[in-house]
């Protein structure tokens, strides 16, 4: 069976300081993978996607970047966090056919 | 392009009475649609889905929805709720984009259970 992992559960960083955020499927082959973040009282907003390695779409322009280098493995970045950073962020997969997504159980992250 | 609206942002029950969950979308696409329920500082877990089978779709946990194209409507129902039902609950639309799928989520809608 297919699992996503995604670390770390809860995260506390200064402002400026970077950010990584790491994101693993199991059991599958070349999923398509997204990031979303959530913020207080909001819906999800979709940051970034990818239908390959080393392929990433953007959806909103912003402080923060996304890599993956490996086909499971999904990385979202930052060199310099903002206060408006903070949220709850979200990393998903799905088949290339779009039948459902299936979520990790997210990151808790403030920027203080 | 496409967008889905819930027209709820909180809806309050009893225990054991009967849920509604408003969602009406747009697309340019034949649409794909879900509803996801999260519960606080947790993952999205699937409800339910529909990609254009039977209109009437069964999910998890006692939950069904009805897809109405001429309505453009997507409404979560079940007839009973139970105070585990209390969550946030998202309906979603997919459109198809560069090889993939891309969900636009609505803004959620929080339910609330009283006993």
């Known amino acids: 069976s297919q699992t996503i992992h995604q670390w770390p559960a809860t995260l506390v960083q200064p402002v400026g300081s970077p950010l990584s955020l790491e994101c693993t499927v199991e059991?599958?082959?070349?999923?398509?993978l997204y990031w979303y973040r959530q913020a207080a009282g909001r819906g999800l907003q979709l940051l970034f996607y990818s239908v390959g390695i080393g392929q990433i779409s953007s959806e909103v322009p912003q402080n923060l970047s996304a890599s993956r280098p490996q086909d499971r493995q999904f990385i979202l970045s930052s060199k310099k966090l903002l206060l408006s950073d903070s949220g709850f962020y979200l990393c998903?997969?799905?088949?290339?056919?779009?039948?459902?997504?299936?979520f990790g159980s997210g990151t808790r992250l403030t920027v203080v | 392009a496409q967008s889905v609206t819930q027209l709820d942002s909180h809806v309050s029950v009893s225990e054991g009475t009967p849920v509604l969950l408003r969602c009406n979308y747009s697309s340019s696409y034949s649409p794909s649609l879900f509803w996801y329920v999260q519960h606080p500082n947790k993952g999205l877990q699937l409800l339910l889905k529909y990609t254009s089978a039977a209109t009437l779709v069964k999910g998890i946990n006692g939950f069904e929805a009805e897809f109405k194209k001429s309505e453009t409507s997507f409404h979560l129902t079940k007839p009973s709720a139970h105070m585990s039902d209390a969550a946030e609950y998202f309906c979603v639309v997919s459109r198809p984009s560069g090889g993939s799928y891309i969900p636009t989520f609505g803004r959620g809608t929080s339910l609330i259970v009283h006993p």
């Open positions: 998903a997969w799905s088949r290339s056919t779009g039948y459902g997504y299936t």
């Open positions: 059991g599958t082959s070349n999923p398509n």
